[in-house]
């Protein structure tokens, strides 16, 4: 059986509390760095652990962290990326509800190796027991002196505040979440200038995801070359998996990245329910395409997702079965894009509406011809073409559902309706 | 004197609420920060943001009407119309939809006798759906108010609905103090 390390307490009674995580050897990490380490030294050990971020990115966060400005005359901030609103991924709020000070410590650690003397938790506002948990684990390590004026009598300061979200799955965007904790409208900036040099409040500024920083801790305790020894090479690391949809046991799941995906969906998750098969799946929310039953052997990692032209987002994996109907499944994607566009960008805004008014119609028996080809040439006006990822994983997704499973919305058009519902 | 500072006057935000607001701008350098939390603030009391209650809290913070207004629009929890006491939510996303999420927004529309986006008569129940709420391994999902129902059939909304009514009757029953010792005794 695979090691725990990210869900390690996640079953002992109280697993939220403090004493759970110094039972656990938490905090410990915390002493160690302030007691052994220069800051660039803690860069350099989690850019050995080959940690990426583990926010839908992928992006190197020792790598990230080492772009903040070394001027001490900046100030700096770090924010914890925790609006988790990606369909099918719900790993962050197990983190949060069950094991909040694991996270806590990774943001004090990165903290001190960027420079930073504020930090901000940006939760999504539905998570309220997340946010309760994490405001309740915040004053204990007040109390025992991990956060506030001199960390552990060092000379170290760290103030950590929530701030809660309300219902915009675009601020899980690192510049439109920048822009909503100055109190604005969640709406990306062009980048660049990137968050590091000039992030909140014109600040270098570090965002990075709650499971990103939650493995911070481990890598400073077991050492770069024991996480290097989980996974995959080019994705090392213990890796959460969020199962969802038409599998026999849902739930998440803490197993190496690199996991090929039939392994996690047929073994783990126990496969198709009773009498059904697989048509495909979705590998990390809904902004990564789908694959059909066929390319299942593919391996939950970033490298190899993206080489079969998808991704590992945020790691929610949600299952179809041949009960369902592609077109029905896309059409509810695409719904939710379009009603979580900023309304920036008009390939975004307006194209997004259009697609949806398309796939309405197929969905009722009241397709057209050209209909298909339009979805086509929307997805090319979409992609590519928006100043953030949410009009990319719209377009990427319809375009790959289109490409996989042509036949069921031709059926749909000759038909003249759903052939599933 | 501004509109802003003259709807202030009203007071709709307590003294308590303005002290409580003061605490929250010292975490931000700006005070347009503090525009969200101070919204939650007014929300938690209140159920929903009234333009005065958004003209007052522009002017606590000291902020632009505009800037307040922006954000109470642009975030969907922020309600900007009155809601029910009890809000439900249902999840009606991918993982959701999979499990049938469609026929139970049909069961709450008939059961409560009202559509999505509507509150019923007795000002009890409002009926939204909304986006992944992130308990997709145990769907279909509703959250009622701050609460999670998970793993829902049509059967468990009934229960659920009737317990809340059953709550909402005898919360009726308790507020009016001095009524003959009578609280929360069976009608």
């Known amino acids: ?421 | 004197m501004t509109a802003a500072s003259a709807v202030s006057a009203a007071g709709f935000l307590t003294k308590e609420m303005r002290k409580q607001i003061e605490e929250i701008t010292g975490r931000y350098p700006t005070r347009r920060s503090a525009i969200m939390p101070s919204l939650f603030l007014a929300q938690e009391k209140y159920g929903y943001l009234s333009d005065e209650v958004l003209l007052e809290v522009a002017g606590v913070l000291d902020v632009p009407e505009i800037w307040v207004y922006e954000v109470a629009t642009f975030y969907t929890m922020f309600n900007t119309e009155p809601v029910g006491r009890f809000h439900i939510k249902l999840c009606t996303n991918v993982s959701c939809l999979l499990l049938e999420a469609g026929s139970l927004l049909s069961h709450l529309e008939r059961q409560l006798g009202v559509m999505c986006g509507e509150t019923t008569e007795d000002g009890f129940f409002t009926l939204s759906v909304v986006e992944c709420l992130g308990s997709c391994d145990t769907a279909p999902m509703m959250q009622i108010n701050e609460t999670y129902y998970e793993n829902l059939s049509a059967e468990e909304i009934d229960q659920i609905l009737e317990g809340l009514k059953a709550q909402a009757d005898d919360d009726a029953r308790t507020v009016e103090p001095g009524d003959g010792g009578q609280e929360g005794a069976p009608a």
């Not at chain 1, 684990?137 to 300061?157: F, N, P, W």
């Not at chain 1, 920036?344 to 298909?372: F, T």
């Open chain 1, 1 to 421: 059986m695979t090691e725990k390390v990210l869900l390690k307490n996640a079953e002992t009674p109280d697993s939220h509390g403090i004493g759970a995580y110094e039972a656990s050897g938490g905090y410990q990490a915390l002493a160690t760095v302030l007691r052994d380490y220069q800051p660039d030294e803690l860069i350099e050990l989690v850019k050995d652990s080959g940690l990426k971020g583990r926010g839908g990115a992928g992006f190197a966060t020792g790598v990230k962290w080492s772009f903040v400005p070394k001027d001490p005359a900046l100030k700096k901030y770090l924010c914890c990326n925790a609006d988790e609103g990606e369909p099918g991924t719900f790993k962050d709020r197990a983190i949060m509800e069950k094991d909040p000070h694991q996270m806590i410590e990774g943001m004090i650690l990165c903290a001190y190796a960027i420079g930073a003397e504020t930090a901000y938790i940006y939760i999504r506002g539905e998570y309220t027991l997340s946010a309760k948990r994490l405001e309740a684990a915040l004053k204990e390590a007040y109390d025992k002196g991990y956060l506030g004026q001199r960390i552990l009598s060092s000379d170290v300061s760290l103030d950590i505040y929530v701030h809660r979200g309300a219902g915009a799955y675009i601020c899980g965007e690192e510049t439109a979440l920048i822009e909503s904790l100055e109190g604005r409208r969640g709406q990306p900036r062009l980048k660049p200038p990137f968050p590091a040099i000039e992030g909140l409040y014109a600040s270098p500024t570090v965002v990075n995801n709650v499971e990103t920083l939650a493995c911070v801790p481990h890598i400073v305790t077991r050492g770069a070359e024991w996480f290097r020894g989980i996974g995959s090479e080019s994705s090392p690391g213990p890796k959460l998996y969020c199962l969802s949809g038409h599998v026999r046991k849902p739930g998440l799941y803490e197993l190496p990245m690199g996991i090929p995906l039939r392994e996690l969906v047929e073994e783990h998750a126990g496969g198709a329910r009773p009498g059904r098969k697989i048509k495909a799946v979705i590998p990390g929310g809904v902004s990564a395409p789908m694959i059909p039953e066929t390319g299942l052997d593919v391996r939950m990692d970033f490298e190899s997702l993206a080489a079969t032209d998808t991704m590992l987002g945020s790691a929610g994996v949600i299952v179809i079965d041949d009960n369902d109907c592609i077109v029905r499944v896309i059409t509810r994607i695409i719904e939710f894009f379009a009603h979580e566009s900023c309304g920036k960008c008009s390939p975004c805004r307006e194209g997004l509406i259009w697609a949806v008014k398309i796939l309405r119609r197929l969905e009722n028996g009241e397709g057209k011809e050209g209909d298909l080809e339009q979805l086509d040439f929307l997805c090319e006006g979409i992609f590519g073409n928006t100043f953030c990822a949410l009009g990319d994983g719209a377009a990427w997704g319809l375009r790959r559902a289109l490409q996989h499973f042509r036949d069921e919305f031709v059926s749909h058009v000759e038909k003249k309706e759903c052939p599933f519902h």
